[in-house]
Every structure is written in structure tokens, then in C-alpha cells.
């Protein structure tokens, strides 16, 4: 890291470098201890986070107490014993939440998030608070991509993906308003998930749009994340099997795609013929036309939303503001009106009617997870155009690692598919993380 050039991570000798799945086999059968595995994650923090900066709080004494409490109870969940990174801005009672503001010094919820307390309630422990980008918006934290110091994680939930890719956890929450799981985890080299809106709970949760917010997971792999969404989801853990058949693929060049640097574009039209000759069925169906605008609709819904949900920050901290949000979000925001906003609503529901029908025949669509390898600089967080319409569709989305560009910084492949479907995209992403893991 300090040499500032682009690397692979090594995997840590130690418990810190194994998947949740590995971990808690081992701990089955007694090769291993939460103590250990939570103490290895510690450690590798203690040796790289002054250089990758992925934690807003670390309650390190808290997470020991809980690991050797986990070895002295026989195994009550699907987590039991797995540390946890949390994004911060969502609650974890008795730790601190700052939002990455300084309006929010000394702010110690009493009470979990929902999402927090199902992870306890599967065994899980809370290691501590990942970095945000200011209230999940587009001013930047500290934390930088563990690749290559001198290029962003992406945003916001920066801390988390980067945690979890440098081997400091295994997984972590974060959040999607615009594309803020997919793009750190395309950027880092992880795989990010977000559910099909509404399936995860967002109580504790600091709310930016309540129509386009939604809560997220970061992962090394599939079979990892499945297990998390299990337990957010709150049911019986039943594990997708691989597909039977080949996939149905629709590759899609979105409207933005010549927004794409070349390299990004030609490495997901590589892994779309990789899975064509696979087997699997490729089609090349275009968006129709009345998707062109799409990106007004997300923009106009999110500020008109964002503008009222921080108007206590506003009134109460203006000068502890960032002119990104303040500008960006807020003033924009306020100048939209009620008339313009439930347009937006309504034709955002009409592109969710039409992309159900285009999805018909099809099981998931192969398109880009960001729009370039990870960006040089801390200032900007990256484009989230390719992540964006997915959120505003309601649609779940899932990125894999696919290689690196030419730059030596991971690149990622996303799959999106059918709203109330994620089992289904997680049956497809086993098969093509597969396939391109081989390819």
C-alpha cells in the first residue's frame, strides 16, 4: 500500500483470510474459535487500516467479549461467531454513529438497526462501524481503496467494501440509494448485493430517499453473501443450488454505455461470450427508448426525498454541511416541485412495468458494474450511472469480480434480476461466478 501502486491482496495466513462458509465449518468442527477468528481480523486491521482507513469505530474489547462468549455457547444461528462490519449509518446500540459528519460527534444509539439485531440474533458479532461518505451522499471519508492507495473504494459504503476485500472482515452491511453497494464492491473486487427493494429492513437505518434507499451486503463470495441475506431476510436457510440448465442472458448496453472506459466495456463483452460458450443462452435485447430518461426520474426522486429527510441537519448544523450535499442535494432538491416529483414517481413506474416485460424469457441481465477501474483520487467516489437505473427499477443487482484492467484494479460484471426473484439471480451468479472464476 504505501508504495501506492496497484496489487493483488494476499490473503492473510491466518483465520482472518478464511470465507464465513470455511469459518464456521472449521469452528464445527473444533479446529477453530470465534476468539481466534475475531482476534485474526483484529490483528489484520491493527497492521492495515492506517493505510486503508475503513473504520469509523472499533469496539475491540466488545467483539472479544461476545467471540468467547459464541465458544462457550453451543451454535444458535446461521453467523454463529462470524465478526460483522456495519456502515455508518446505520445503528448499532452503544456504538457510536457519526454519518461521517461532524454534526454527529457524540451520537450513541440505545437500540440495534433491524438488520444489526437479526445478525446478533443468528450469532453474528458486531465488529464495529465501517466508513460512510457523508450521510451516504457524495462527500468522501478517509478510507481509500486497498488495491492502490492513491484511487477511491467508491461510495458510500466505502469502509465496507474495503474491509471486507482487504481481509479485515468477512462481511459487512451497507446501503444502495444510487449505486453505493455495487460500485465499492465492483471497485474493490468483491461481490455487493442489492436485494429487490423492500426485502431488507431499513429501521435504524438514516433515511436519504425512502423510495430508492436500500440496505445492501458486501461479501468475498456468492455462497458467503447468500448466508447474510439469510439471516437480514429472517428465514430458514435453504441453499440455491447451482442451475440445472444454461441461463437465459440478456447482455445490455444501457444508454450510458459509451460513458464506459473501453477496457471496462470489452472485458464484460469477454465474459459475455466466456458464458456463450459456456453454453448459456446470450441475447443482445435493447432497452426501449422510454428508458433515455431515466436518470432525470432517479435524480429528481432522490433530492426532492433527500431535502426533507436532512432538514433538521439543515436547520440545526447548515455550517456543518458539505457543499457537495448542501448544493447537490439539498438546494436541488428544494427547488423541485411536488408536481415535478410525483411525475418522476409515476414514470419511474411505468419503466418498472417495462422492464418486467422485458425481462420475460430472460433469468438475469449481464451489464457493467462501474464505469472505469477505480478512479485516481479521494475527492470523488466514482460514477454510479450504471448502478443507478437498477435502484430505481426496484430490481435486486449482484457484482463479481471479473479480472482486472489494465491498470491492475478489479473490474466487476453485474448481474440484475427479476424484482422478487433474488433467489433466483443467486442460483445465476453461483453458475457464472463459477465460469468466469475458471474463464
Same mark, same amino acid.
Given at each position: 500500500?504505501?508504495?501506492?501502486?496497484?496489487?493483488?491482496?494476499?490473503?492473510?495466513?491466518?483465520?482472518?483470510?478464511?470465507?464465513?462458509?470455511?469459518?464456521?465449518n472449521?469452528?464445527?468442527?473444533?479446529?477453530?474459535?470465534?476468539?481466534?477468528?475475531?482476534?485474526?481480523?483484529?490483528?489484520?486491521?491493527?497492521?492495515?487500516?492506517?493505510?486503508?482507513?475503513?473504520?469509523?469505530?472499533?469496539?475491540?474489547?466488545?467483539?472479544?467479549?461476545?467471540?468467547?462468549?459464541?465458544?462457550?455457547?453451543?451454535?444458535?444461528?446461521?453467523?454463529?461467531?462470524?465478526?460483522?462490519?456495519?456502515?455508518?449509518?446505520?445503528?448499532?446500540?452503544?456504538?457510536?454513529?457519526?454519518?461521517?459528519?461532524?454534526?454527529?460527534?457524540?451520537?450513541?444509539?440505545?437500540?440495534?438497526?433491524?438488520?444489526?439485531?437479526?445478525?446478533?440474533?443468528?450469532?453474528?458479532?458486531?465488529?464495529?462501524?465501517?466508513?460512510?461518505?457523508?450521510?451516504?451522499?457524495?462527500?468522501?471519508?478517509?478510507?481509500?481503496?486497498?488495491?492502490?492507495?492513491?484511487?477511491?473504494?467508491?461510495?458510500?459504503?466505502?469502509?465496507?467494501?474495503?474491509?471486507?476485500?482487504?481481509?479485515?472482515?468477512?462481511?459487512?452491511?451497507?446501503?444502495?440509494?444510487?449505486?453505493?453497494?455495487?460500485r465499492?464492491?465492483?471497485?474493490?473486487?468483491?461481490?455487493?448485493?442489492?436485494?429487490?427493494?423492500?426485502?431488507f429492513?431499513?429501521?435504524?437505518?438514516?433515511?436519504?430517499? +425512502?423510495?430508492?434507499? /436500500?440496505l445492501?451486503?458486501?461479501?468475498?463470495?456468492? *455462497?458467503? =453473501? &447468500?448466508? #447474510? %441475506?439469510?439471516? !437480514?431476510?429472517?428465514?430458514?436457510?435453504?441453499?440455491?443450488?447451482?442451475?440445472?440448465?444454461?441461463?437465459?442472458?440478456?447482455?445490455?448496453?444501457?444508454?450510458?454505455?459509451?460513458?464506459?472506459?473501453?477496457?471496462?466495456?470489452?472485458?464484460?463483452?469477454?465474459?459475455?461470450?466466456l458464458?456463450?460458450?459456456?453454453?448459456?443462452?446470450?441475447?443482445?435485447?435493447?432497452?426501449?427508448?422510454?428508458?433515455?430518461?431515466?436518470?432525470?426520474?432517479?435524480?429528481?426522486?432522490?433530492?426532492?426525498?433527500?431535502?426533507?429527510?436532512?432538514?433538521?441537519?439543515?436547520?440545526?448544523?447548515?455550517?456543518?454541511?458539505?457543499?457537495?450535499?448542501?448544493?447537490g442535494?439539498?438546494?436541488? +432538491?428544494e427547488?423541485? /416541485?411536488?408536481?415535478?416529483?410525483?411525475?418522476?414517481? *409515476?414514470? =419511474? &413506474?411505468? #419503466? %418498472?412495468?417495462? !422492464?418486467?416485460?422485458?425481462?420475460?424469457?430472460?433469468?438475469?441481465?449481464?451489464?457493467?458494474?462501474?464505469?472505469?477501474?477505480?478512479?485516481?483520487?479521494?475527492?470523488?467516489?466514482?460514477?454510479a450511472?450504471?448502478?443507478?437505473?437498477?435502484?430505481?427499477?426496484?430490481?435486486?443487482?449482484?457484482?463479481?469480480?471479473?479480472?482486472?484492467?489494465?491498470?491492475?484494479?478489479?473490474?466487476?460484471?453485474?448481474?440484475?434480476?427479476?424484482?422478487?426473484?433474488?433467489?433466483?439471480?443467486?442460483?445465476?451468479?453461483?453458475?457464472?461466478e463459477?465460469?468466469?472464476?475458471?474463464?
Open positions: 500500500m504505501k508504495n501506492n501502486a496497484a496489487t493483488s491482496i494476499t490473503p492473510p495466513p491466518s483465520a482472518a483470510g478464511l470465507s464465513v462458509v470455511e469459518a464456521l472449521a469452528m464445527s468442527h473444533g479446529t477453530l474459535t470465534s476468539e481466534a477468528l475475531v482476534s485474526a481480523c483484529l490483528e489484520r486491521i491493527e497492521r492495515r487500516d492506517g493505510d486503508v482507513r475503513a473504520w469509523a469505530y472499533l469496539d475491540r474489547e466488545q467483539a472479544l467479549a461476545q467471540a468467547r462468549q459464541a465458544d462457550r455457547s453451543a451454535a444458535n444461528g446461521l453467523l454463529h461467531g462470524i465478526p460483522v462490519g456495519v456502515k455508518d449509518i446505520i445503528d448499532v446500540g452503544g456504538m457510536r454513529t457519526g454519518f461521517n459528519s461532524p454534526a454527529y460527534p457524540h451520537y450513541f444509539p440505545a437500540m440495534d438497526a433491524g438488520s444489526v439485531a437479526l445478525i446478533r440474533n443468528a450469532g453474528g458479532i458486531i465488529l464495529g462501524k465501517t466508513v460512510t461518505t457523508e450521510f451516504a451522499n457524495r462527500e468522501p471519508g478517509p478510507t481509500m481503496n486497498p488495491h492502490d492507495g492513491r484511487r477511491t473504494p467508491g461510495g458510500s459504503s466505502s469502509g465496507s467494501a474495503a474491509a471486507v476485500a482487504d481481509y479485515q472482515v468477512p462481511l459487512a452491511l451497507g446501503t444502495q440509494t444510487s449505486g453505493s453497494v455495487i465499492p464492491a465492483g471497485y474493490c473486487g468483491i461481490v455487493g448485493y442489492k436485494p429487490t427493494f423492500g426485502e429492513t431499513r429501521v435504524g437505518v438514516k433515511q436519504q430517499s +425512502g423510495s430508492l434507499d /436500500t445492501g451486503l458486501c461479501a468475498r463470495n456468492v *455462497r458467503d =453473501a &447468500e448466508l #447474510l %441475506r439469510t439471516v !437480514i431476510i429472517g428465514t430458514d436457510y435453504r441453499p440455491v443450488p447451482m442451475p440445472e440448465g444454461p441461463l437465459r442472458i440478456a447482455f445490455c448496453r444501457p444508454p450510458e454505455w459509451e460513458q464506459a472506459d473501453p477496457a471496462v466495456r470489452r472485458r464484460a463483452e469477454e465474459c459475455a461470450a458464458l456463450a460458450k459456456a453454453g448459456h443462452h446470450l441475447s443482445e435485447p435493447a432497452l426501449p427508448e422510454c428508458f433515455n430518461g431515466w436518470l432525470r426520474l432517479h435524480s429528481t426522486i432522490a433530492n426532492f426525498e433527500s431535502a426533507r429527510n436532512l432538514a433538521f441537519e439543515k436547520t440545526a448544523h447548515r455550517q456543518q454541511l458539505s457543499a457537495k450535499l448542501y448544493q442535494r439539498i438546494r436541488d +432538491g427547488n423541485i /416541485t411536488l408536481e415535478q416529483y410525483i411525475a418522476a414517481q *409515476r414514470e =419511474a &413506474e411505468t #419503466l %418498472r412495468a417495462t !422492464i418486467h416485460q422485458y425481462l420475460e424469457g430472460i433469468d438475469i441481465i449481464l451489464t457493467l458494474s462501474t464505469a472505469n477501474e477505480a478512479p485516481i483520487g479521494l475527492d470523488d467516489t466514482g460514477s450511472v450504471f448502478n443507478s437505473l437498477w435502484t430505481l427499477l426496484y430490481t435486486p443487482c449482484l457484482t463479481l469480480p471479473a479480472g482486472v484492467g489494465p491498470s491492475g484494479l478489479p473490474l466487476g460484471i453485474q448481474l440484475v434480476g427479476r424484482r422478487f426473484k433474488d433467489e433466483a439471480l443467486f442460483a445465476a451468479a453461483l453458475a457464472v463459477a465460469q468466469i472464476t475458471e474463464g
